[in-house]
């Protein structure tokens, strides 16, 4: 009889494999023996290869994506450019997302078929949005609108291969229809006509993507989940107060490294394909039309808004443009980001810690831009930001942003609310505290340090 850890290491192990070297070996026979065939070859080749990676992981599961995408399909031939089929799609591919949570929700971290779903429900409700988007005039459109939206319906065919690329089915990235109709049309490349000289970029992301994966398989043994719920964790003769809390930052750092590994890896597919090319700039040629993750600046940036904005990239791009902007009626940027919010949360999962999780990150990315703001507009703060100190404060910025970082990440990671508030117990709510009193202060900091014209200019603005 197979243990639980034993089944999670070998769905674990399918998964690895099915994202590398599968996906690198699809997208090779694409360019080598399909690049110049028919739309029609091109199609079924994506749409049966992702099919066999789906079967390969979840067998008969794969029913499950398969009546989704039929369900759209039928949904942009039958109601058109409408809002009835713009809110039926939504409602229809969320509650049967919600649903498959609900039945096959456990307390522990579980590949089944709700992970590449819940990608694939993104995919179709973005498809809805984009051909409602393509029945309106030009002026109506944004420019990223403009770029996405689809002149007419699409095929049955168009939007399996769309649905199962192989590139994108498991873990992300979000792409269009209309660049993957791009891709398939040729025009995806740095060479008109020919398979784009992409190599060496996808060879770089996956190399990448390995380090990522030694980092991870080297460190994360010593962070395990589990250990937050033993009695040693939260001992306080054993572990002392600081100990706990640089558990949860290297937890997170290390623990981190899981998504950003086969996000890189995936991307490195899709490079080679030709999906991740992205234009011009400045003279060189840019393969990150699927980036969904800036490494360089996660591993760097001292702020929380540049850990969000570095990671998940597209995920945060598909809300961005089709919640928060779509939004813009209520007339308030606050209520938008907070629906926002409320939607990724939902989409993640039923659990409690989701909530809990987005939640937290809208409160310490409020606290931090009032935090900035202080920054800039006090003369004093400006110059010791600049001055020869600076290094030992982004040392200290640093430590704060990882560890409340790791500390919003605890509910996201254990779930269950009986879990994630033992945690937070055992080291007394301290992100909480430490940011609920950052916003109570900051406006009398803001009296004690920004001079009272720069004030009354701020008010006035």
Same mark, same amino acid.
């Given at each position: 009889?197979?243990?639980?850890?034993?089944i999670?290491?070998?769905?674990?192990?399918?998964?690895?494999?099915?994202?590398?070297?599968?996906?690198?070996?699809?997208?090779?026979?694409y360019?080598?023996?399909?690049?110049?065939?028919?739309p029609?070859?091109?199609?079924?080749?994506?749409?049966?290869?992702?099919l066999?990676?789906?079967?390969?992981?979840?067998?008969?599961?794969?029913?499950?994506?398969?009546?989704?995408?039929?369900?759209?399909?039928?949904?942009?031939?039958?109601?058109?450019?409408?809002?009835?089929?713009?809110?039926?799609?939504?409602i229809?591919?969320?509650?049967?997302?919600?649903?498959?949570y609900?039945?096959?929700?456990?307390?522990?971290?579980?590949?089944?078929?709700?992970?590449?779903?819940?990608?694939?429900?993104?995919?179709?409700?973005?498809?809805?949005?984009?051909?409602?988007?393509?029945g309106?005039?030009?002026?109506?459109?944004s %420019?990223?609108?403009?770029?996405?939206?689809?002149?007419?319906?699409?095929?049955?065919?168009?939007?399996?291969?769309?649905?199962?690329?192989?590139?994108?089915?498991?873990?992300?990235?979000q792409?269009?229809?209309?660049?993957?109709?791009?891709?398939?049309?040729?025009?995806?490349?740095?060479?008109?006509?020919?398979?784009?000289?992409s190599?060496?970029?996808?060879?770089?992301?996956?190399?990448?993507?390995?380090?990522?994966?030694?980092?991870?398989?080297?460190? %994360?043994?010593?962070?395990?989940?589990?250990?937050?719920?033993?009695?040693?964790?939260e %001992?306080?003769?054993?572990?002392?107060?600081?100990?706990?809390?640089?558990?949860?930052l290297?937890?997170?750092?290390?623990?981190?490294?899981?998504?950003?590994?086969?996000?890189?890896?995936?991307?490195?597919?899709?490079?080679?394909?030709?999906?991740?090319?992205?234009?011009?700039?400045?003279?060189?040629?840019?393969?990150?039309?699927?980036?969904?993750?800036?490494?360089?600046?996660?591993?760097?940036?001292?702020?929380?808004?540049?850990?969000?904005?570095?990671f998940?990239i597209?995920?945060?791009?598909?809300?961005?443009?089709?919640?928060?902007?779509?939004?813009?009626?209520?007339?308030?940027?606050?209520?938008?980001?907070?629906?926002?919010?409320?939607?990724?949360?939902?989409?993640?999962?039923?659990?409690?810690?989701y909530?809990?999780?987005?939640?937290?990150?809208?409160?310490?990315?409020?606290?931090?831009?009032?935090?900035?703001?202080?920054?800039?507009?006090?003369?004093?703060?400006?110059?010791?930001?600049?001055?020869?100190?600076?290094?030992?404060?982004?040392?200290?910025?640093?430590?704060?942003?990882?560890?409340?970082?790791?500390?919003?990440?605890?509910?996201?990671?254990?779930?269950a609310?009986?879990?994630?508030?033992?945690?937070?117990? %055992?080291?007394?709510?301290?992100?909480?505290?430490?940011?609920?009193?950052?916003?109570?202060?900051?406006?009398?900091?803001?009296?004690?340090?920004?001079?009272?014209?720069?004030r009354s200019q701020?008010?006035?603005?």
């Amino acid at each position: 009889m197979h243990t639980s850890g034993t089944i999670v290491l070998r769905s674990a192990c399918f998964f690895f494999l099915s994202v590398f070297p599968a996906g690198y070996l699809c997208a090779l026979v694409y360019r080598r023996f399909l690049f110049y065939k028919s739309p029609t070859v091109i199609h079924l080749f994506h749409t049966f290869s992702g099919l066999a990676l789906a079967a390969f992981n979840f067998g008969s599961q794969l029913c499950h994506s398969a009546i989704c995408v039929l369900v759209q399909f039928l949904m942009l031939r039958l109601m058109g450019r409408t809002v009835t089929s713009v809110l039926s799609s939504f409602i229809f591919q969320m509650l049967y997302l919600l649903a498959g949570y609900y039945y096959t929700a456990t307390e522990e971290y579980d590949i089944k078929w709700t992970m590449p779903h819940c990608v694939l429900t993104l995919k179709l409700i973005g498809l809805s949005l984009d051909y409602y988007d393509g029945g309106k005039d030009a002026s109506q459109l944004s %420019s990223e609108q403009k770029h996405s939206a689809l002149s007419s319906v699409p095929s049955l065919l168009e939007v399996c291969g769309f649905s199962y690329f192989y590139g994108g089915f498991l873990v992300g990235p979000q792409f269009t229809l209309r660049n993957y109709q791009r891709l398939v049309g040729r025009e995806l490349t740095d060479c008109p006509g020919k398979p784009p000289n992409s190599f060496i970029p996808a060879l770089k992301r996956f190399g990448l993507g390995f380090v990522c994966v030694v980092i991870y398989t080297i460190f %994360s043994p010593y962070y395990q989940d589990s250990y937050f719920l033993t009695d040693e964790y939260e %001992s306080e003769h054993k572990n002392p107060f600081w100990y706990r809390c640089v558990f949860i930052l290297l937890w997170a750092k290390f623990g981190l490294y899981k998504y950003v590994s086969c996000w890189v890896i995936a991307e490195g597919s899709c490079i080679l394909a030709g999906l991740g090319y992205s234009g011009v700039v400045d003279g060189k040629h840019q393969w990150d039309g699927c980036a969904n993750m800036k490494v360089w600046l996660f591993e760097t940036t001292p702020l929380f808004g540049g850990t969000i904005a570095s990671f998940n990239i597209n995920t945060n791009a598909w809300a961005a443009r089709h919640v928060f902007k779509r939004l813009r009626f209520l007339g308030n940027k606050t209520l938008s980001h907070v629906t926002t919010l409320f939607f990724l949360a939902i989409w993640h999962g039923l659990h409690s810690g989701y909530i809990l999780c987005f939640s937290l990150e809208f409160f310490i990315i409020t606290v931090e831009r009032q935090a900035q703001a202080l920054v800039r507009d006090s003369p004093l703060l400006t110059k010791l930001a600049n001055s020869s100190l600076y290094p030992l404060i982004y040392v200290v910025q640093q430590f704060i942003h990882w560890l409340f970082m790791g500390y919003s990440l605890v509910p996201f990671c254990l779930f269950a609310y009986d879990k994630w508030l033992k945690v937070y117990s %055992s080291v007394y709510f301290c992100g909480h505290l430490f940011f609920l009193v950052a916003f109570l202060i900051m406006p009398y900091l803001r009296k004690a340090l920004v001079p009272k014209k720069e004030r009354s200019q701020k008010k006035q603005e």
